[in-house]
């Protein structure tokens, strides 16, 4: 059986690593088992904090805005369109270098958790 979440019904919250997020599947909410599906905005001017997840593969999909990512020792412009890779134990951050916010669809599999996220500041990427 298939289902359905509705943006509006979602409460965004702020993530460990500074982004709002609105989870717009995750198992712990909704009943999938495997993977999370978040929307993350980043405000212009505004950076998530280096971190990375232990266990957790995630797929970044830029919806709208652009900025700059860091992964691992990699710093590149992203835009809207742009898909990002993130594997597992790999350091990442973003920062939203534009006028509008920037919106990322975020997969995570395992789904996301707060226990797989560990912050890295004033840490080397890796």
Not at 2 to 8: I, N, R, W
Not at 65 to 82: C, K, N, S, V
């Amino acid at each position: 059986m298939g289902m359905k979440t509705s943006y509006s019904a979602i409460t965004p919250f702020i993530a460990r690593d500074g982004s709002e997020i609105r989870e717009l599947m995750h198992p712990a909410t909704h009943g999938n088992v495997q993977q999370s599906l978040a929307e993350a905005t980043i405000a212009p001017g505004s950076a998530t904090h280096l971190h990375r997840h232990h266990r957790s593969e995630e797929i970044y999909y830029i919806v709208a805005g652009d900025g700059l990512m860091t992964l691992g020792h990699e710093r590149f412009p992203i835009a809207q369109g742009d898909t990002i890779c993130i594997p597992p134990g790999m350091p990442h951050c973003v920062e939203n270098r534009g006028v509008a916010p920037l919106r990322i669809l975020c997969s995570c599999a395992p789904a996301y958790s707060h226990t797989d996220t560990e912050l890295l500041a004033d840490a080397d990427p890796v």
